[in-house]
Structures are given as structure tokens and as C-alpha cells.
């Protein structure tokens, strides 16, 4: 079998905590792994047994000429690294977010057209299973028309205290919110109409979100991004026609409601038949999404697709931007129409 020649950049901690857990056991894949930080990428390399790494990603795009790349890089770094890699015509999945600001994902998406090829967005969520259990089994009885989404990503005075810069916690919204989101995106369709809030409550900057957002097949989230709590809990529920779904986590506890049936969909992964080998743990790579989503990117590098639904392609991945910009900016009205 002929295998495709995927190159990593960066091999930090989502790259050996998530990507290559799973790359690194499709037989239809080689990594080239490439990491500026020489000990992390000797460390990574051996422990997923990777024999081909590089230093620097400019060199491995032009000699290695890989098939597909995965930019996993911190937040600041991705937009260029991401634009090399498209600009040299190589599909592209990238870590969130996909730039710092909706511009830079505007021109990744350009960058993507005019070299004719493909970028996705590693929002994983998209492919969580149990996620998409539930909303199988809401939209089984009517479609999906209430959505509540909350973040609570621990306090911006705790970021501040690991050593944030105030530039990062004045923008914290991009890199922190993108996927909740993403996510009210996700099972709610294109925007409409939004009002939301950014407060001030206990920083000098925001360190609260807060929308009410429509959504053009007519359902409703209600979404708060919290940057005041000393926890980290990701939450959403979504209602449909006598059906509720209740997600914690959001691998940790995922409850159905239908009619007058519940079902606790935790185990759902397991009859899966595309499972993997197993693991008990709850949060391994594939409860949460990432062995779908690097398999559906590396699918689509292979039978020459462009990611589309349930991938976040770039052409969407800037709606999620706007969204986060309508938000951050506290809109208050019709989305209008766009260009
Ligand atoms: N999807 C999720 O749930 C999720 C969760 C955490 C982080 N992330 C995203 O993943 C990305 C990486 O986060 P992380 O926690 O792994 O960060 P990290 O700092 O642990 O790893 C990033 C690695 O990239 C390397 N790097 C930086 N510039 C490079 C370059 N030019 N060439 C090669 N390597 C380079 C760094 O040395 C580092 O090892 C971020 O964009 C973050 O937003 C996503």
C-alpha cells in the first residue's frame, strides 16, 4: 500500500496528546515530524516510533514535498506556518484557532483558492461520538431549536498568574472561546441575528461573554464564554421535540432524554465498528474526536475531496470567526448578509 506522506509541525502537547496517538497507528500514513525545540522532538519521535524529523518546516515543505500537513503550533504561530504550507499547495489541517484574527483566516482561505488546494480546522468536537450520538437522537424526532453552551475556562487573573501576556488576555475570546462557538455553529446552522455582551466583572479586561444568537433555520442558542470561575467546565444541552440532550465535558457525561426514555450515552463509543483498540480512559483520542477528524482529513487528502460538513473547511471557519468577532464586539442585531 502506498502511504501518504503526512508532515507535522509542531510536537508539543495536542500533537502527542491527540493527533499522533492516532496517526501514528493508520497504516495508510508515514509522519514526518518537524519541531523547532530539538529534545521534544527526539522525545515525540521515539515515542511514536517516527524516524523522519526536521527542524524546520520551510525545508520539510520544499524537500519533503508531503502529501498532506498538520500545523499543530501555538495560537500565534499557526497563521503563518499554515499559510506556507497552503501557499505550497499541500492540504492542510490546522489546530484552532486558524489565526488571531478573522483577516488572517480570510487570507488562508484566499491563499488556499489560489494555490488550488484544501484547509480544515481541527475544531474536534465536530467528531466527538457521543456528541453526535445525541444529536442523532434529538434531531431523530424533530430538528434541533434550543441550544445552551457555556465555557467556564477558569479566571483571566489564574492565565495571568502562568505568565499571559495582556495582549493574549485582551483576545482570549479567539483562541479560548472558538470552540463553543464553534460548536452553537455546529448544531445551529448560519447566523441571523446576535446580542451579546462582553463584561468586565472582576479584570480590566472582558471576562465574560455572553449572546443570544438565531440561527437561519429559526432555532436559538444561548451562549456564555466565563473567564471568572476557578473551574474548567465545558457544557452544552440542546432540545428538540421531546428530546433533550445534556453534555458534560464534553466526554464525561453525555444523558439523552427522549419522550419518556433516558439514555446515558457515556459507553456509546464502544459499539462504534470502526472502534480502534480500547481504552477505558475517558478522555483517549477517539471518545473526543480526534481519531475521526484526523481520519476524515486524511480520507479526503486521499480521494482528492475538500473537507466539508461535518469538517470545519476554512470557508467556514471564518464564519466561526465573524461570529467571534459579533461577539466579542457585543453586536446587537441582524447578522448582515455576506459579501
Ligand atoms: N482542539 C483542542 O481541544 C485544543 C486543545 C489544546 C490546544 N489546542 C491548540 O493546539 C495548538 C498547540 O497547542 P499545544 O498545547 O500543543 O502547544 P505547545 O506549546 O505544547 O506545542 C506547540 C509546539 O509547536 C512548536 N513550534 C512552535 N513554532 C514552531 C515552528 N515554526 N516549527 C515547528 N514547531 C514549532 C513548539 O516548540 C511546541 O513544541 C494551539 O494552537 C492550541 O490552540 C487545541
Known sequence: ?????????????IAAGSHLPCLAKFPDVEVVLCEVDEARLKLVADRF???????????????????????????AVTYGVARDALAAGVPTIMEKPPGMATAETRDLLATARAAGTTGMVAVNRWFQPMLNQ????????????????EFYHYSLSLY???GSSEKTLARIITPGAIHTIDLVRYLGGDVTSVHAYADQYFDEHADSFTALIRFEGGATALLNYNLTSPVRIEKVSFHGR????????????????????TFDLRN??????????????PYNAFINGWWHQ??????????????????????????????????GGQFNGLVPARA
Not at 500500500?1 to 502537547?13: N, T, Y
Not at 516510533?49 to 501555538?74: K, S
Not at 445525541?134 to 453552551?149: F, G, L, P, Y
Open 294 to 327: 484526523a481520519r476524515f482529513f486524511v480520507d479526503c487528502v486521499k480521494e482528492g475531496r475538500e473537507p466539508a460538513f461535518p469538517a470545519s473547511n476554512l470557508e467556514d471557519a471564518v464564519k466561526t470567526m465573524e461570529l467571534i468577532d459579533l461577539i
Open 49 to 75: 516510533g517516527i524516524i523522519e524529523t526536521r527542524a524546520e518546516y520551510r525545508d520539510m515543505l520544499a524537500r519533503d514535498r508531503p502529501d498532506a500537513v498538520f500545523v499543530l503550533t501555538p495560537p
Open 160 to 162: 495571568r498568574s502562568l
Open 242 to 261: 421531546q428530546a433533550s440532550a445534556f453534555l458534560v465535558g464534553l466526554a464525561e457525561s453525555c444523558v439523552v432524554h427522549q419522550g419518556d426514555m
Open 1 to 13: 500500500m502506498e502511504k501518504l506522506r503526512v508532515g507535522v509541525i509542531g510536537a508539543g502537547r
Open 134 to 149: 445525541a444529536r442523532r437522537m434529538v434531531e431523530a424526532n424533530d430538528r434541533i431549536a434550543v441550544i445552551v453552551a
Open 268 to 281: 456509546v463509543q464502544r459499539h462504534d465498528p470502526s472502534s480502534p483498540e480500547w481504552s477505558d480512559k
